[in-house]
């Protein structure tokens, strides 16, 4: 029960008895009855009196223990507490309070909040004041009495009394200056990792740009290494490589499709070694080029042209109708390489010996066979006079695999020594004595027999062996001379003659090594003749007029074979220091029954002796041919009338017997 219910019924219970005390008696029994009721309700008054005195007692005592609660909050809280007035007149007031505004407890009671607010936010603290609004996080500047001022962090909410009138306002303060130096060293340290981060991107920009440049290049470097990979690095055509790789593609396509037709054209340059040497290495590189562009133009786009190296170039011709296509080509390409070619400022003209190969001809399974078999035809064009091409048969296959037979033999006969010196006198036509011999070199093969230099020469010439086998000719042709002169006593042994393949002056060594051979054997280099066809005057470059010259000053006489059958001419028989011009004798075998040759073997021995040249005569066979060369004052002769060539011993008995003709 309410304290005020209480007091309510006390008053109602002495008002009851006042008004019983003035009744008469005759109702005192009726009075005393109520009496007793009224004083049974004042008991029962009394004890909910006194449980409600109780409950009072304890709602005290709560309310003093959350009063003291909130006291000990209010001081013990760990930010600045604050009450005001509606005018801002601080009313109470924390430790804490107290200690950021630098006052005592006490004596901030009563002052002003506004003296505590720094002066640049007066205005903003009385705008609060007078808005009636719930302050959040509010940062101003307090300013303590004695100090300089701090940021602070402000809530404020307005107190109202129980019937909504504004009373005041409590206010939350928190020094900030920690938070604020952290704020302003995490901000410092931000802005700082802001420039790391920016000068950190700006490397990894520039390092990425390093990289993405690095990139460019090794691509551009692979792109380039591919290219030179499967391109010649001189003309831009396809490489080997590159031309094999397409022509196995050719060949498995054809083998999809059995209608499909193709042709490789192998092409090698006629003489280009001549051009490279007399106009340089560098006009040499410019014709290969001039070259290059030429074959360019005679294929199509589906057409595949390529260098293989040196003067070697190859193309490949796809989905052709039959073999009138790739011969059509090859006259086309000898077309464009018959039109003069600028070099170095003069004109410089080039033909091409070129073989064809046609997939139809054989089962081919690598592109090297077809390679292989078109080598081999343009080989047989060169052989037939070159400027030509010439299709692949299986005729050719054979002679090559002959050819290749007789390479191994040929090296094998080297290391074997199977070769051997025959000797065919030289007779000087004046007195019918022998003057000398001439050094003929045969091959004792051991399946095929003796063997004459026609059937090897040109393959050792191309393979190399010319340098070891002539060598050893010379040699041995020497040391024989000299051992008949020595043992017979046989002065009248004037001259050795020995062939001097126009491939052995390309060794840096010759001279030295013809040097050494006379020195070895002894033999008097005056005794010694060279001998050199016409394709040495023709193809003369300095190296073989250096060794010309070198011999001469040596001492060593030189004379032309086969003279008649080649191209040299009166000023290049002028320029060289030639001892002896030997006719040929497809000149001499035919002089009988043939008056111009007669009339041209007169010329050939007159215009020897105009340039003070001795003439000999080879293929002697008849002694009319004797008288006749005779009679036209021939001075030395060489055939089968006089005798065969000869192996050392018969040779040698042939010198005992000393026959006159």
Same mark, same amino acid.
């Given at each position: 029960?309410?304290?005020?219910?209480?007091?309510?019924?006390?008053?109602?219970?002495?008002?009851?008895?006042?008004?019983? #005390?003035?009744?008469?008696?005759?109702?005192?029994?009726?009075?005393?009855?109520?009496?007793?009721?009224?004083?049974?309700?004042?008991?029962?008054? @009394?004890?909910?009196?006194?449980?409600?005195?109780?409950?009072?007692?304890?709602?005290?005592?709560?309310? +003093?223990?959350?009063?003291?609660?909130?006291?000990?909050?209010?001081?013990?809280?760990?930010?600045?507490?604050?009450?005001?007035?509606?005018?801002?007149?601080?009313?109470?007031?924390?430790?804490?309070?107290?200690?950021?505004?630098?006052v005592?407890?006490?004596?901030?009671?009563?002052?002003?909040?506004?003296?505590?607010?720094?002066?640049?936010?007066?205005?903003?603290?009385?705008?609060?004041?007078?808005?009636?609004?719930?302050?959040?996080?509010?940062?101003? !500047?307090?300013?303590?009495?004695?100090?300089?001022?701090?940021?602070?962090?402000?809530?404020?909410?307005?107190?109202?009394?129980?019937?909504?009138?504004?009373?005041?306002?409590?206010?939350?303060?928190?020094?900030?200056?920690? &938070?604020?130096?952290?704020?302003?060293?995490?901000?410092?340290?931000?802005?700082?990792?802001?420039?790391?981060?920016?000068?950190?991107?700006?490397?990894?920009?520039?390092?990425?740009?390093?990289?993405l440049?690095?990139?460019?290049?090794?691509?551009?470097?692979?792109?380039?290494l591919?290219?030179?990979?499967?391109?010649?690095?001189?003309?831009g =055509?396809?490489?080997?490589?590159?031309?094999?790789?397409?022509?196995?593609?050719?060949?498995?396509?054809?083998?999809?499709?059995?209608?499909?037709?193709?042709?490789?054209?192998?092409?090698?340059?006629?003489?280009?070694?001549?051009?490279?040497?007399?106009?340089? !290495?560098?006009?040499?590189?410019?014709l290969l080029?001039?070259?290059?562009?030429?074959?360019?133009?005679?294929?199509?786009?589906?057409?595949?042209?390529?260098?293989?190296?040196?003067?070697?170039?190859?193309?490949? =011709?796809?989905?052709?109708?039959?073999?009138?296509?790739?011969?059509?080509?090859?006259?086309?390409?000898?077309?464009?390489?018959?039109?003069?070619?600028?070099?170095?400022?003069?004109?410089?003209?080039?033909?091409?010996?070129?073989?064809?190969?046609?997939?139809?001809?054989?089962?081919?399974?690598?592109?090297? +066979?077809?390679?292989?078999?078109?080598?081999?035809?343009?080989?047989?064009?060169?052989?037939?006079?070159?400027?030509?091409y010439?299709?692949?048969?299986?005729? @050719?296959?054979?002679?090559?695999?002959?050819?290749?037979?007789?390479?191994?033999?040929?090296?094998?006969?080297v290391? &074997?020594?199977?070769?051997?010196?025959?000797?065919?006198?030289?007779?000087?036509?004046?007195?019918?004595?022998?003057?000398?011999?001439?050094?003929?070199?045969?091959?004792?093969?051991?399946? &095929?027999?003796?063997?004459?230099?026609?059937?090897?020469?040109?393959?050792?010439?191309?393979?190399?062996?010319?340098?070891?086998?002539?060598?050893?000719?010379?040699?041995?042709?020497?040391?024989?001379?000299?051992?008949?002169?020595?043992?017979? !006593?046989s002065?009248?042994?004037?001259?050795?003659?020995?062939?001097?393949?126009?491939?052995?002056?390309?060794?840096?060594?010759?001279?030295?090594?013809?040097?050494?051979?006379? !020195? #070895?054997?002894?033999?008097?280099?005056?005794?010694?003749?060279?001998?050199?066809?016409?394709?040495?005057?023709?193809?003369?470059?300095?190296?073989?007029?250096?060794?010309?010259?070198?011999?001469?000053?040596?001492?060593?006489?030189?004379?032309?074979?086969?003279?008649?059958?080649?191209?040299?001419?009166?000023?290049?028989?002028?320029?060289?220091?030639?001892?002896v011009l030997?006719?040929?004798?497809?000149?001499?075998?035919?002089?009988?029954?043939?008056?111009?040759?007669? +009339?041209?073997?007169?010329?050939?021995?007159?215009?020897?002796?105009?340039?003070?040249?001795?003439?000999?005569?080879?293929?002697?066979?008849?002694?009319?041919?004797?008288?006749?060369?005779?009679?036209?004052?021939?001075?030395?002769?060489?055939?089968?009338f006089f005798?065969?060539?000869?192996?050392?011993?018969?040779?040698?008995?042939?010198?005992m017997?000393?026959?006159?003709?």
């Open positions: 029960m309410k304290v005020d219910g209480f007091s309510e019924q006390i008053e109602k219970l002495r008002s009851d008895i006042q008004r019983l #005390s003035k009744c008469d008696t005759t109702k005192l029994n009726s009075q005393q009855e109520m009496i007793t009721e009224a004083f049974e309700k004042l008991n029962t008054a @009394m004890e909910e009196l006194l449980i409600a005195s109780e409950e009072l007692e304890l709602t005290r005592a709560t309310v +003093e223990k959350e009063r003291q609660r909130y006291q000990d909050l209010f001081e013990f809280a760990p930010d600045g507490y604050l009450v005001t007035d509606t005018k801002g007149i601080i009313q109470e007031a924390n430790h804490v309070a107290a200690t950021l505004l630098g005592q407890q006490k004596h901030l009671v009563s002052k002003p909040l506004i003296l505590f607010i720094a002066q640049q936010n007066h205005q903003s603290f009385s705008f609060q004041i007078n808005n009636l609004q719930e302050i959040l996080n509010w940062e101003i !500047h307090l300013q303590p009495l004695r100090g300089t001022p701090f940021p602070a962090s402000v809530k404020a909410s307005v107190v109202y009394d129980i019937q909504g009138k504004h009373l005041g306002w409590r206010w939350l303060l928190c020094n900030i200056s920690e &938070r604020k130096q952290a704020e302003e060293m995490l901000h410092r340290a931000y802005s700082e990792l802001e420039i790391r981060v920016a000068e950190r991107t700006a490397e990894l920009v520039k390092t990425n740009q390093k990289l440049n690095e990139i460019t290049e090794r691509e551009r470097v692979e792109s380039q591919l290219h030179l990979a499967f391109h010649d690095v001189l003309t =055509l396809a490489n080997r490589s590159a031309f094999i790789n397409r022509l196995r593609h050719a060949i498995n396509y054809s083998k999809r499709h059995s209608d499909y037709l193709y042709a490789v054209l192998f092409i090698d340059l006629d003489r280009f070694k001549v051009i490279n040497d007399s106009l340089g !290495h560098l006009n040499g590189d410019q080029l001039a070259i290059a562009s030429r074959l360019e133009i005679c294929v199509r786009s589906i057409d595949t042209a390529a260098r293989l190296g040196g003067d070697e170039f190859t193309i490949l =011709l796809e989905g052709i109708q039959d073999v009138t296509d790739a011969i059509t080509v090859a006259e086309r390409i000898q077309k464009e390489l018959a039109l003069p070619i600028e070099l170095g400022g003069q004109e410089v003209f080039i033909t091409a010996s070129i073989g064809i190969t046609l997939s139809s001809t054989v089962d081919y399974k690598h592109p090297e +066979e077809l390679l292989r078999d078109a080598d081999t035809a343009m080989y047989r064009a060169k052989v037939l006079g070159r400027a030509r010439e299709l692949f048969n299986s005729d @050719m296959y054979a002679n090559a695999l002959a050819r290749l037979q007789l390479e191994i033999d040929l090296r094998r006969a290391e &074997r020594e199977e070769f051997q010196v025959f000797y065919q006198p030289i007779v000087s036509l004046t007195s019918g004595s022998i003057l000398g011999f001439e050094a003929l070199l045969r091959w004792q093969h051991p399946e &095929r027999g003796l063997l004459n230099p026609a059937d090897f020469i040109s393959l050792a010439e191309e393979t190399g062996l010319i340098f070891s086998i002539g060598k050893w000719a010379l040699h041995e042709a020497c040391r024989q001379v000299q051992a008949w002169r020595v043992c017979h !006593h002065n009248f042994l004037e001259k050795i003659s020995v062939n001097l393949s126009v491939k052995q002056f390309s060794q840096p060594d010759l001279i030295e090594q013809i040097g050494q051979i006379l !020195h #070895s054997t002894g033999l008097d280099a005056g005794t010694l003749v060279l001998e050199i066809t016409e394709s040495v005057i023709v193809e003369n470059g300095n190296q073989v007029t250096t060794a010309i010259l070198q011999l001469q000053e040596m001492g060593i006489e030189l004379s032309i074979d086969d003279f008649g059958t080649g191209y040299s001419s009166v000023g290049g028989l002028y320029n060289f220091p030639i001892s030997k006719i040929d004798r497809s000149f001499i075998s035919l002089m009988g029954s043939n008056s111009k040759n007669l +009339e041209i073997i007169e010329i050939i021995i007159t215009l020897a002796h105009k340039l003070g040249v001795d003439v000999l005569a080879e293929g002697i066979e008849t002694k009319e041919q004797l008288l006749l060369l005779r009679k036209l004052n021939c001075q030395y002769g060489q055939g089968h005798s065969v060539p000869l192996n050392s011993s018969a040779a040698e008995a042939l010198i017997e000393n026959p006159q003709w």
